[in-house]
């Protein structure tokens, strides 16, 4: 088939694109940035690279920034568009960029689909589409939910706005959680979340190192202990995109999340082990104690996770494991080998570009 993906240059778009081409797929990638273009480029297998074609393009702009020529040349040939790029920041000062991106982007992005007669669109969208629920199902949220930030509400309205367009051609939204590193190699390449978590207590054990007055100190780390966090393997999140292809119902949503996730608790245990950071420890969002100037300067950019660390979501996802079945895959099981895995690979990257 030939595919037409957005967000290639990404974390999960450049996995995507690797996926589909060892399938068997032409993939025409819409790329901003032509030095990322090359490292896409030599991420796939030489034998696979001629069926990459780079569409220089932005989403932000009609027809995505493609010539008349390039859409002409699209036209009728495309089977499937994965549309995966977006502006991934939880920051309420870069709003209207978010929306530009998010909202305005998939909208040219879905009228460059219908220009060209695609098959379906498929869209990647966030389980945190929710709001304030804490039980979410594979349907529609309202977007006059409140929303934690500019984020997920551009990217709730986004769903909304592909599923205006169901009778131009099938629509699947996917909703992935928190993705994190392949569990069979522990390979990502984001520092989104969890990977923001990490560098900043890196960043810490290596001033404990250099201030000898901070060795013997207890360091307060603000997150709550027993609450979970969804965190799914990138690979996963790959296999269930390319289940749809040939299986995906029409006009449905898909939860790529975690049915068992894990604690805070055993997460921070984790990368505590990796990091080695004995003298940090957990204490919840509202502690009503003083910090240290030390800890305030650590704590703080971490508060746009605190709404993410206090409540535990369920979601349901009756639909992706139907999809699932159909290519013989279970559901996601995430075992504390596999979330290891993934945090030790992170801190070894850490202490190579340390070295
Ligand atoms: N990472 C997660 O934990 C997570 C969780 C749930 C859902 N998601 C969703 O999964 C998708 C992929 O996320 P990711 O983690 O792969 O993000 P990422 O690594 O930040 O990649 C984002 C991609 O979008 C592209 N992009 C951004 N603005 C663009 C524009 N104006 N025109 C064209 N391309 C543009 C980026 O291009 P450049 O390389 O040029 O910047 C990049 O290829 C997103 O839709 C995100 O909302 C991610």
Redesign the pocket.
Known sequence: MNILL????????KKLTSALLDKGHHVYA????LK?AESLISSVSPSLQKNLVILE????YKNVGLSEDTVHFLKENIDTVYH?????SFDENVREQTFA??LE?TRNVLELAKEIKVRNFFH?????TLGQQLHAFETLHPVDNQFINPYEES?CYAEHLVFEYKDQFNVNIF?????IGDSKTGEA??T??LYGVIRGLELIKRRMERKKDLQNRTFKFLCNQEVTQNFVPVDYVIDVLTAALLHAKKNTIYHITNSNPPTNQLIFELIQEYLDLPNVVMVPTDYPGQLSPEEQAFNQPMSVFYDYWTKDLQFSDANTRELLAEVGLEPLVMDRDILMRIIGKREQVLSRGAS
């Open positions: 957005t967000g290639a240059t990404g974390f999960v778009g819409i790329v901003r940035n990322k393009g932005d989403v932000i995966v790029a977006a502006f991934l991106i998010n982007g990647v969208s966030t389980a945190y990217k909703r992935p959680s928190i993705i390449e984001t989104f979340a």
